[in-house]
């Protein structure tokens, strides 16, 4: 259910959780305000000189002729350090935390379960990195740079003012309610704009990303007009959410600067009375009004700046939401150097969520260390989910899974994974090379000897001692540049550089031709001698020496035995394979 704007946190809250991650960069911060200050102080200082050069003009001495160059150059010295240090060393604190908040969020990514990925588009979560941070920049830098440098020049003009004729800067304040009214209603539109541009730069992504990824079943399928519609449509949304934000603030700054000038020509109306003018020299009468056209301009800079610092509200907090989602739960302790490999699943429930019904019902069976089990059955009947269950990808409803006869949750996650090697049916690849890829992540600090030799019992030495490069080729994106089976071969030779006591294969061989496949076959036979290995398959000729095989549908175990042992009860195994091999 969409969160209301009621539910979302006030803007200071947003602001308040900002500010936690200026402590690292507190010195730059301060030089930062140092700066602002002191821009401040010359931009005021520049207003009050007026009365020094109207006295030079009506007093035009040696020492006056002297005074006033000294003291413009001063004041614009003073004000150039003052921007420096404001712009620089505010840029710098807000670069750092956008760094420091793209880390954060992507390492928290990195320990967020599966179910989070599986409700989240691809699109949307790299938007988040990439643009919607990326706006925290704007409310970080540029917004708090003019908040600090304009405000606080605000603040030193108005005071100035104060001191020169208290009773005409209140009457200069008339409009001050009126103005802040529309610069809060201008904000909270900011904010909604900013979100929903934001919505729609994930979509941008996410399309962007899905047709790329897939472009070779776009044009075989005739889908390039079909996803050209899908673009246009996400862009033109994104089009329209970022003509309403430019109007919106196309229209605000006018008014104010039209609000502003009513007041100036209001004060400057009243000030022209000779009453007035009586009481205020004409030095003081003109660093008056210099002081109050002045202020015209910082007070239409913080009005405007008011789209920036929106955005990065509406970023923050769309960041917080996915950095408060919860890490997976690992509450256990145990942690063996190896374990032998003996699993027991006793009455496992399983949903994906919790108002689906169960996708795994009541499945108990016991693994022997050591040994190979095999599941099959028709697609959907459980197969795959159930093995996730093993390393954790998911937290199973009910029941209990052991390994080693200890409860699964007892396990550390990191201990318990390092047991486990696996092969996916879907391969994934990164784009670095050949050797990377087979020693990744904590394989990283093995010999190149231990990587040529799983790649030799992967039967993946015959093809990559052909690329231009041997094991230091790059094979682009997800392996793009290699076969199906070539890929397949490559995730086979990761699981066996690993060399876990548990290996899952999820159809590990499906993308092979015959004879590869049975060239494979023979090394994973090989390598299951001495751990415990769960197979997955649609070929029930690749099971068949399976020391026990489980036969799923709808979610449960309906069989189980050897090979032989089925084959003579006559029942789903032995349908399924009459049928495989009638084909």
């Given at each position: 259910m969409p969160r209301q704007d009621s539910d979302l946190p006030s803007n200071w809250q947003v602001y308040r959780r900002l500010l936690g991650y200026l402590k690292p960069f507190w010195g730059a911060f301060a030089l930062a305000v140092v700066g602002n200050a002191l821009y401040a102080v010359a931009s005021t200082g520049m207003a009050a000189a007026m009365e020094f050069v109207i006295q030079a003009i009506e007093n035009p001495t040696a020492a006056n002729r002297l005074l006033v160059p000294a003291l413009i150059v001063a004041v614009f010295a003073v004000r150039g350090v003052g921007f420096f240090l404001g712009t620089y060393f505010i840029s710098k604190v807000g670069r750092n935390i956008v760094n420091l908040m793209r880390t954060q969020i992507f390492d928290h990514l990195m320990h967020l379960p599966c179910r989070y990925f599986?409700?989240?588009?691809s699109g949307h979560l790299v938007s988040r990195i990439t643009y919607n941070v990326e706006q925290v920049t704007g409310a970080a830098t540029n917004a708090v740079t003019i908040m600090l440098r304009e405000g606080l020049t605000v603040i030193g003009l108005l005071s100035y003012m104060v001191y020169v004729n208290w009773k005409l800067t209140l009457i200069f304040l008339v409009l001050?309610?009126?103005?802040?009214?529309?610069v809060s209603y201008v904000s909270k539109r900011f904010r909604r704009l900013s979100q929903k541009i934001q919505s729609s730069m994930g979509d941008?992504?996410?399309?962007?990303?899905?047709?790329?990824?897939g472009y070779r079943v776009v044009r075989v399928f005739g889908g390039s007009d079909y996803e050209s519609q899908r673009f246009r449509k996400v862009s033109h949304n994104n089009l329209r959410q970022s003509m309403k934000m430019a109007m919106t603030k196309a229209i605000s700054t006018p008014v104010v600067q039209i609000l502003i000038a009513f007041s100036i020509a209001l004060l400057v109306w009243i000030a022209l009375a000779p009453e007035v003018q009586?009481?205020?020299?004409?030095?003081?009468?003109?660093?008056?009004?210099?002081?109050?056209?002045?202020?015209?301009?910082?007070i239409r800079q913080l009005t405007s700046v008011q789209e920036q610092v929106q955005k990065g509200i509406a970023a923050s907090h769309d960041v917080f939401l996915s950095l408060d989602v919860a890490v997976e739960t690992d509450t256990g302790t145990h942690a063996p150097e190896r374990v032998l490999g003996e699993i027991e699943f006793d009455q496992v429930c399983f949903r994906y969520q919790d108002t689906l019904d169960n996708v795994l019902k009541d499945v108990s069976f016991r693994v022997e260390p050591n040994s190979t089990i095999a599941f099959v059955g028709r697609s959907g009947s459980g197969k795959s989910t159930l093995v996730s269950l093993l390393p954790r990808f998911y937290e199973y409803s009910s029941g209990e899974i052991r390994l080693d006869g200890i409860p699964l949750k007892s396990y550390q996650l990191r201990a318990l994974r390092d047991q486990i090697a696996l092969v996916n049916q879907d391969v994934v690849l990164f784009n670095d090379t050949v050797a990377n890829n087979i020693a990744y992540g904590g394989l990283r600090g093995v010999s190149?000897?231990?990587?040529?030799?799983?790649?030799r019992k992967a039967h993946a030495l015959e093809?990559?001692?052909?690329?231009?490069?041997?094991?230091?080729?790059?094979?682009?994106d997800n392996g793009i540049m290699l076969s199906g089976g070539q890929r397949q071969r490559l995730a086979i030779a990761r699981a066996l550089l690993k060399d876990a006591p548990i290996l899952i294969l999820d159809e590990a061989t499906s993308a092979l031709d015959t004879e590869s496949e049975r060239y494979i076959q023979q090394a994973l036979e090989a390598v299951m001698q001495g751990r415990t290995t769960l197979v997955i398959a649609h070929r029930l000729s690749t099971v068949e020496n399976a020391d026990q095989i489980i036969v799923m549908d709808d979610g449960r175990?309906?069989?189980?035995?050897?090979?032989?042992?089925?084959?003579?009860k006559k029942g789903n195994y032995a349908q399924l394979h009459s049928m495989q091999f009638s084909e």
């Open positions: 599986d409700s989240s588009s001050a309610p009126v103005i802040g009214g529309l941008v992504t996410h399309v962007a990303g899905e047709a790329i990824a009586a009481g205020m020299t004409t030095g003081e009468f003109v660093a008056f009004i210099t002081a109050a056209t002045t202020l015209a301009k910082p190149r000897e231990d990587i040529r030799e799983a790649a093809f990559i001692d052909r690329l231009p490069q041997g094991l230091d080729t790059e094979i682009g175990v309906v069989e189980a035995g050897t090979h032989e042992e089925l084959i003579v």
